[in-house]
């Protein structure tokens, strides 16, 4: 059974920082390609950043790049968002994702999403 466990979630000030991982089981983790993507109360589900399955290539959404950086360790099945300079706009459910194709940013076809995990910004 896949299962895939967000934490590292919680409340934190604007500027802030915050690491989410994500820990992967029942999947040969270093065949995945990875991503991470949230949904604020309101609005639709997006794109925030992925990693291939190596950690050679990242990539992120526009409004996040600069501040947070997404890596991986294939050792331990995991994959990590660390988040800079938080802003109240960035206040939604993370959500990792896995998939053993590349995806372009618009898609939410994966193969496995986590549970979520809640990042408040405060301002």
């Known amino acids: 059974q896949v299962q895939l466990v967000e934490s590292g979630g919680g409340l934190v000030q604007a500027g802030g920082s915050l690491r989410l991982s994500c820990a992967a089981s029942?999947?040969?983790?270093?065949?995945?390609?990875m991503a991470w993507f949230r949904q604020a109360p309101g609005k639709e589900r997006e794109f925030v950043a992925a990693?291939?399955?190596?950690?050679?290539?990242?990539y992120y959404a526009a409004f996040v790049k600069g501040r947070f950086t997404i890596s991986r360790d294939n050792a331990e099945k995991s994959v990590y968002l660390q988040m800079n300079s938080l802003k109240p706009e960035d206040t939604a459910v993370y959500y990792c994702a896995a998939d053993l194709r590349p995806k372009p940013p618009a898609s939410f076809d994966y193969d496995y999403w986590g549970q979520g995990t809640q990042v408040t910004v405060s301002a």
């Open positions: 029942g999947l040969t983790f270093s065949s995945y390609y």
């Open positions: 990693i291939s399955w190596g950690g050679e290539n990242t």
